[in-house]
């Protein structure tokens, strides 16, 4: 088994009530790439500029993290500037600056083509289909979106749902894509465009998986001290798709089981600033959450 | 055993993207005990003017609840007038005429002073005090309130937390009464206060129970088309009233079932106009959607 993501890596200045943090590592494939790694190897593909810092190639290194797919070009880093104010519930971007994102190819390594379980993180419809032809016999492919994407490039976002074995996205975006307003109606909906499987994410209100035949509904885990909300969506995917490729075989059990180990990586990451928290979660920590989070939602 | 509901009972115009109803049978002690009468025989403290429907009076004899508290007095009874959009998540008030319940005395016959499980509806803090006052022994007292009572009537809402059980209240209420704007830590927050339990409702995103050493997270069924969300707190409170009278027993497991019934009922009263749903849902109804339910939120 094995388990590839490819997305951004960044520079992210977050600013939140707790404080300001400038330059700190993040970008979709990091946040994937901690979460998920605490479950499985991590095949990680993504570029930076010639300023991505020393220390955060190391970080990324002491992890379960190939980093073979990881490019590093002539130029600049991506940067993201945010800020969240109030219950933190949305990010206002202050600034962005693509950088060496915006030529991102996708180059996969001769050696991550066999990749069985696939993250597709938040990336153009049309980079996220051109991975998709370089791998060859996926098990299992989950691809995430944006309001973005689903704006501008409608028509490669609608191929992309045919060709991927399931969907993440938020609330929003589910309402945007489908143009329903129930979100069960919207979940079924992104169902007939393609994906066996749909999350719908609905942030501190938890998510809801939409299987063959049966929809799971969780809450999220309540996190007493939200300090960061950035990657919370993608260390949700991370713990989710590490969960996944772990447990070998996908049903509906497994996904929902799934379901709760993002919801648990999700609820460390945005404890701290940027992959802070996650970075230092063992295991160990994520086992006795998940049996704390049990013991909330059983009946 | 014995249930008894203080509240108001109004004429309700509505209006909501599935069409406009006049001077439908409504208020906080209507859909209560339509929704409590399900699970165990309910006594309804009200009153109305000479104006009220002897059709609506007839509706609810027809119900299991007893009418003694019923009083009819000189004037019109009380009228609310709402307006649901979009995704109907908050009623905006066209008007508001309290008229009767404007010197609503809240009366309770002989009969119903020895009732042993109380629900003080949506009323004024100092009638809901006087209400206990006149109760001789009530085994289980919850309280609504709302942001009206929050901000006008504070100093009277926290002497009548001091002599409740549990209290129940929408996220948007539960932030504005403890000033935080952490939902785990408001809940915390409210108990000091004095109820033993704390039920947070989140509408479509479910609710909270907060219990002596417990926190149960628990989503929303999931309605596929929500006509009249009119009602759904009250009659969320009536299914958990109603079976928490009929289980005989308060401890945490039987408040987590009837977190799920009051759930069920909810989503049974949001699915037509008023009391029309409800009306017409058999005990067999919440039992066919309370298994279906908990398939979705079983892990």
Chains 1, 2 share one sequence.
């Not at 943090?21 to 479950?39: C, E, K, N, T, Y």
């Not at 689903?150 to 975006?173: H, S, Y």
């Not at 909300?229 to 089981?257: C, Q, R, V």
């Amino acid at each position: 088994m094995s388990l590839l993501v490819v997305g951004s890596i960044a520079l992210d200045t977050v600013h939140t009530p707790y404080g300001k943090v400038q330059d700190m590592l993040g970008g979709s494939a990091i946040h994937f790439s901690f979460a998920a790694s605490l479950f499985y190897p991590v095949r990680l593909v993504g570029v930076v500029g010639r300023d991505f810092p020393y220390t955060f190639k190391e970080m990324i290194c002491k992890k379960n993290i190939d980093t073979k797919g990881l490019q590093e070009v002539e130029g600049e880093t991506f940067r993201w500037n945010g800020k969240y104010k109030g219950r933190m519930n949305e990010a206002e971007t202050i600034c962005v600056n693509l950088n060496v994102f915006a030529n991102f190819k996708a180059d996969i390594p001769e050696d991550f083509k066999d990749s069985e379980y696939v993250f597709l993180a938040n990336c153009g419809p049309s980079i996220q289909l051109s991975v998709l032809k370089k791998i060859r016999r996926p098990r299992f492919v989950l691809a995430d979106t944006m309001n973005l994407w689903i704006k501008e490039t409608r028509t490669e976002l609608l191929r992309l749902l045919k060709e991927v074995d399931g969907l993440v996205l938020n609330d929003g975006e589910a309402y945007l894509l489908t143009q329903e307003s129930n979100i069960i109606t919207a979940g079924k909906c992104i169902q007939k465009l393609g994906p066996k499987f749909v999350i719908i994410k609905k942030g501190e209100h938890g998510s809801i998986l939409f299987g063959h035949e049966n929809i799971y509904l969780l809450p999220a885990y309540p996190t007493r001290e939200v300090k960061d909300p950035t990657g919370a969506g993608d260390s949700f995917a991370g713990g989710l798709m590490g969960y996944i490729a772990s447990a070998k075989e996908i049903n509906h059990n497994n996904l929902k089981t799934a379901l709760i180990y993002g919801t648990i990586t999700a609820s460390y990451n945005i404890e701290d600033f940027g992959v802070n928290s996650i970075n230092r979660t063992t295991m160990e920590d994520i086992k006795v959450r998940f049996k704390e989070f049990e013991e909330m939602i059983r009946l």
